[in-house]
């Protein structure tokens, strides 16, 4: 999480001591190194080509909970700029964490883009 997300390392030990935080992301691990392989340096805070993301043509759903932090924010919004078919919603009361673990409070958006 410190080399491939740039986060502190203080951070990192804080969640250690989080009541079933740092068990959730243990179970995640394994799908970091996809999650990288993904994303490439797309996460270092420069800014997004319409050049780059045009190809990716299908519809997409951005969402991002209310009190997500500020960098999620304008991620989603960036993505949501340079995808053609992309829409951002932002999902009241939840944060980065809920809406990761959150698939109730996740389906009825889902169900509604997915139902064209």
Known sequence: MTKAQGMPAFMVGSMRLMP???????????????DIAVMGDTQQGKPLTAEMWSPATAP???????????GFQSAARAVTEV??????????????GAVVMAPKKLAPMLIEFLQG
């Open 20 to 34: 079933g935080v740092w068990s959730n992301l243990k179970e995640m691990a394994h799908t970091l190194p996809y």
């Open 83 to 96: 995808l053609p078919d992309a829409d951002h919603h932002t999902l009241q009361g939840l944060n980065h």
């Open 60 to 70: 997409t759903l951005v969402m991002t909970g209310s009190k997500s932090p500020d």
